[in-house]
Each structure stands twice: as C-alpha cells, then as structure tokens.
C-alpha cells in the first residue's frame, strides 16, 4: 500500500495517553512504562513526526498540566527557564531581553508566531536537531540543563546534553525540567543569526556570539555554530583566535576562518551542500561576532 507520509492529517497508530499534574507522577509513569513511551509539550515536533511514522509511540506522556514546569524567574545563578516555556514567552520576556537578549532573539527567529506559541523551550532542546534554534543561543550563553528522574535530579551544560547525530544526554525515564541561563558579564555584546530556506523555516545555519570587550581587546567571547554539523558545537578555536585581541577586521577573518573547520554536516542532508554550509557560516559569524562588539562598545 501506499502510504502517503508527507501530507496526512491523519496519526495512523493507537497509543495510551496520560497527562500527570506532577512532576513526581510524571518520572513514576515514565519509569513505569516501556521504551515505545514519548513525552509531549507544544507537539509541533512530535506531532508531525507521528503523522509521518518517524515514531511509533505506544504510550504518550503529557507534561502541559504540570505547573512549575513553565517559569522565567531571576535567580541568583542566571535567569531559570522552565522545560514547558513557550518560545513566545523566551521572545517577549522582558527579563530575557533585558539580561540575555541574544536567547529573546534566536527565539523570535523560529517558525511563525503560530509555532512559537506552542513550542516549548524544552521540546526544542530534546528534539535533538543539530539546527535547533535554542540550542545555539543555550551553548553560547553556557547555559545548564536541568533533569530530573523518579531517583533524583541532574544538571549539565547545553553543549555536554548533546552528544551527537540525533543523540542527547537523557534516558527514557528522564525528564528535562529546564535551564539556568548564567547572566552575560556586564557590559556583554551579543548576536544571533540565521539563514534558512524562507524566514519561517529552519535553520540552514544558525550562529550566536556573546562578546565583552575590556580596554578596546576582546575579553570574554562565546560563540556556537548551528545546522553545520551532526549536533550544535561551541566554536573554541574561533573563541581563543578573538581571546586578548582587537576586535580587527582582520582578528574577526582569522576567527571565522575556525568557523569552516567545524562544518561537517551529514551525507544525506538535503537542505544546502557543504560548501554553502561552510561559507554562510563564515559569513553569519562574522556578522554575529561584529554585531555584538559593536553592542559591546555601546555599553562600554
Ligand atoms: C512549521 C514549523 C517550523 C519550525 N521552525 C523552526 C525553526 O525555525 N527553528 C527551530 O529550532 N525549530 C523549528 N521548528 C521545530 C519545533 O517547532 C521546535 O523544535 C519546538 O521548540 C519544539 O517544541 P515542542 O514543545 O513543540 O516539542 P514536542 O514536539 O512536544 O517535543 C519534541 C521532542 O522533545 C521531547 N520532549 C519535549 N519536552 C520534553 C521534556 N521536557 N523532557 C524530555 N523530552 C521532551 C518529545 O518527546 C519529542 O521527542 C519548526 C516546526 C514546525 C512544524
């Protein structure tokens, strides 16, 4: 028979629901039920998938009616973004744009307003795409992921949570509670950008930088590449090429010049050749890491 897998309205297979209305139930059910379990937040990664058969879930675990999972407070490590946040929320938080505006940024850049107001920070991390938006802004600013099972509770950084081609740190009893983003140092400059298909799409690359500047020379820097490779990647060797140094034209064509070097996407990616890959990325980081030194000497 032929299956049409693309465009069907239709999820083809049964599955056992549940919604738990604590975190505590929700760890008890995922410990409690089979491999072929998947947890729900916006849908709008899982949902289609189902549609297209990519998964088969039998048992699926709906975490919305869990309170404390949707949050965006100050604390003292950072701001605490909660897994159930909505993008929109990331986007229009006036605590996110005041103290991590490179994390409001990339969220606004993702989907349409529509995608945005169902998809969750926590879903956008767990789908495990190497061209998850979150994730690049998450790694340059170094941020902490926040998981939790029926035994206790973890924490890790962005960049250790991914582990590879579709692979992140989290087993099938695990939950992702949410993140602890460290404030930038003060006076920070930052940036993100992206290329895709059309402006609501995906990432064909996506790079964020975080910068400070002290005494006219590049102090702090953080930057994290997108889209390029089998999962996002901190782009060190660019980071200590700009470490010390004047913000150049030619320090910034020295850095970017790591930026390819980290390019590596996979054979059957269909979205854009590697050597498009390679030079959008050079291209978007240099206009990330300019666009964040210039924010940087504003505030200096
Ligand atoms: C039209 C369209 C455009 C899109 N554009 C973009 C884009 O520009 N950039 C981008 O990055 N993404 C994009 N996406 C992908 C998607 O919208 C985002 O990745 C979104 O953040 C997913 O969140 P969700 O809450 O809908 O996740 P879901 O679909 O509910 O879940 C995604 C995966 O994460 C798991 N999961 C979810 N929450 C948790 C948790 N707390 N703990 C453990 N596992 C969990 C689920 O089991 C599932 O495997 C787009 C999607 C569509 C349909």
């Not at 039920?33 to 899982?46: F, H, R, V, Y």
């Not at 782009?235 to 070097?261: H, N, Q, R, S, W």
């Not at 590697?274 to 940087?296: G, K, T, W």
Request: net charge neutral.
């Amino acid at each position: 028979m032929n299956i049409n897998r693309e465009n069907t309205h239709i999820i083809p297979i049964g599955f056992e629901y549940h919604a738990p209305e604590s975190l505590d139930k929700a760890v008890e059910l995922l410990h409690k039920l089979s491999e072929e379990t998947k947890i729900l937040a916006g849908g709008t990664d899982l949902i289609p998938q189902m549609k297209q058969r990519k998964t088969e879930p039998r048992n699926i675990v709906n975490i919305k009616k869990i309170p404390e999972l949707s949050c965006i407070k100050e604390t003292r490590e950072g701001i605490k973004i909660g897994a159930l946040t909505k993008l929109r929320a990331v986007e229009l938080s006036s605590l996110i744009r005041e103290r991590s505006p490179v994390l409001s940024e990339a969220a606004g850049r993702i989907g349409s307003v529509q995608i945005r107001n169902l998809g969750t920070i926590g879903g956008n991390i767990c789908n495990a795409s190497p061209s998850a938006d979150m994730a690049t802004a998450l790694m340059a600013l170094d941020a902490m992921v926040h998981v939790y099972r029926r035994d206790g509770a973890r924490t890790c950084t962005v960049a250790e949570f991914f582990q590879g081609a579709s692979e992140i740190d989290l087993q099938r009893d695990e939950l992702l509670t949410g993140f602890t983003v460290p404030f930038p140092p003060e006076g920070a400059g930052s940036a993100f950008e992206k290329v895709g298909w059309t402006t609501f799409d995906i990432a064909t690359v996506n790079v964020a930088a975080v910068v400070t500047l002290k005494g006219g020379k590049i102090d702090h820097c953080s930057i994290a590449l997108g889209a390029c490779s089998p999962a996002p990647v901190k782009v060190v060797l660019a980071e200590d090429v700009l470490k010390g140094k004047e913000p150049t034209a030619e320090v910034l064509e020295e850095a970017v010049e790591f930026i390819a070097a980290c390019v590596e996407p996979r054979e059957r990616w269909r979205r854009a050749p590697p050597e498009y890959r390679r030079r959008s990325s050079q291209a978007l980081a240099m206009d990330a890491i300019s666009r964040a030194v210039e924010q940087a000497r504003g505030s200096t």
